[in-house]
C-alpha cells in the first residue's frame, strides 16, 4: 500500500475474502516451526527402524510402553486412564486409553497399516547360476517392478528352524554390512526390453537377489557358491536350506531415511506408506490422559494386499480386542460391544496421493492434496465410481471438520487423482461394515509405493495433531 494512501477493500473483496477458501502453506504459521523439525527428527529414526511390520510392531511397543502403556494381560480391572497395549501375532497392534464413559457409548479410534509393498522370498528361494547364488522373489503389494533394480537390499524377518526355534534375521543393514541388490540389463543391449510397456519392462520372475559368488572350497561339491551361501548363513543363524520353507523374509532397502530439500522440508524413505500414519497416530495417543471416550490406535497389517488374513483389519480381532476391554471394564455384553462399534468414530489413517507438479495432468487440480497444507480429508476413496471403498457422511465429516478447526488443526480435502485415473482404498469400510462412522484422514505422499517416497514434514506434524485431538475429543 503507498504511504498516505487510505485504502479501503472494496464490497466484492470484502465478500471473497467471507466466502471464498484460499489456501496457505503450514510453513506460513512460523510459530510451528521448531516444533515441525522437532517431530520429524524422531519420525526419521522410527521409518530406519521399523522396515517391516514386525520390526513397526517391537518399535510401537518401545514407544507406547516409555509413555506408560502396560500388557492388558496385565490388568484384572480397568478404569478411566489406564493406558493398554495388546499385540496380535507380532504384526498387529492395538493400543487404549480408558475413557470415562461407558464404552458402549462408543469409542473415538484412528487406524493405520503398517506393512508395505516390498519383496517377499519364495520358500524355496536359493539357487546357483553361472557362477553365482541368488534369491527368487515374489513382490508383496502394488509395485512398479523397475524401481526395485540396481538399488542396495536388505533382508529382514524370522526363520523357524525344524526344532521351532524362531530366529531374527537381519542383513544389510549395518554400516559394515554388504548389502544385496537385483541386477538390469545394461542400455546396450535392452532395446527389446526397451521396447516393452514399462509395466513388463521387468517381470515378477526376473526379481532375482544377486546372493554370492564365492565358491566353497571343495572341488567334489556341486553348486559351491549356493554351499558356501548356505555355510556363512548356517554359521551365523544356524539356518539349513530347508529353514527357508517355513520362514518369513522380506526384501526391502538398505538405504536410510533423511530429510530432503536444500532447506530440509521434506522426508524421504521407503515404508512412509502407511508407517507416517501409524507413528503420528502412535505419538498422539501417547499424550492422551483420561478422555471422555476410549481412545484406541490400531496398527494394522496386510493392508496393501487387501487386509485378509488374522493380522489384518478383515479379520474380527480389532472386535475381540474391544470386548477383552469391555470385559476387564465389566461392561461386556454382546449387545453393549455392537453399541460400542455403532457409536464409535474412527479416522482410516492412511497417505494420499500428493500433488506432483511433474506428474500434474493425473490429478484434478481442485481436488488434489497439496504437500505442506496440512493433513488429508478424504470423504470416500475406491475406484471406478467410488467401488470398493468407504464414502463418508456429511454429518460425520461437518463434525470432523469443526474439531479440526476448532483446534487449530491445518487439513485440507481431496481424492485419489482423477476420476477415471485408477484409485484405490484403505481400512476404512471394513471398520465401516462393523457400524462405525469413518473417514479418511492421513498424510500427503509423493512418490507412493517407491523404495523411497516422499513426505512434508509440516504434515506429518499436522496428522499428529489431528489424530491427537481427534482420540481426545
Known sequence: MAKGINYEKTEGERLSDELTFKRESIWERKELK???????KDYIKFLNAAKTERLAVIEAVKI???AGFKPLSEYKKLKAGDKVYYINREKNVFAAVIGKKPMSDGINAVGAHIDSPRLDLKPNPLYEAE???????HYYGGIKKYQWTTIPLAIHGVVVKNDGKKVAISIGEE?????LCITDLLPHLAREQADKKLREAITGEE????FGGIPYEDKKV????????LSILNKKYGMKERDFTSAELEIVPAFKANSVGLDGAFVGGYGQDDRVCAYTSLKAICEITKPTHTAVCVLADKEEVGSMGNTGMESRMFEFFLADLMEAKGEYTELALK???????????????????TYASAMERNNACYLGEGVCVAKYS???GKSGGNDASAEFLGSVRKLFDKNEVAWQIGELGKVDQGGGGTIAYYLADQGLDVIDCGVAVLSMHAPFEITSKADIYMAYRAYNVFMND
Not at 222 to 229: G, T
Open 34 to 40: 521448531k516444533d515441525i523439525l522437532n517431530f520429524s
Open 64 to 66: 507406547l510402553e516409555k
Open 131 to 137: 557362477g553365482m547364488a541368488l534369491l527368487k522373489t
Open 175 to 179: 554400516d559394515d554390512e554388504p548389502v
Open 207 to 210: 526379481l532375482n537377489v544377486l
Open 222 to 229: 556341486k553348486d559351491k557358491v549356493k554351499l558356501n551361501i
Open 339 to 357: 453399541k460400542c462399534l455403532a457409536n464409535g468414530k474412527m479416522l482410516s489413517a492412511d497417505v494420499d496421493a500428493g500433488f506432483d507438479p
Open 382 to 384: 475406491g475406484h471406478g
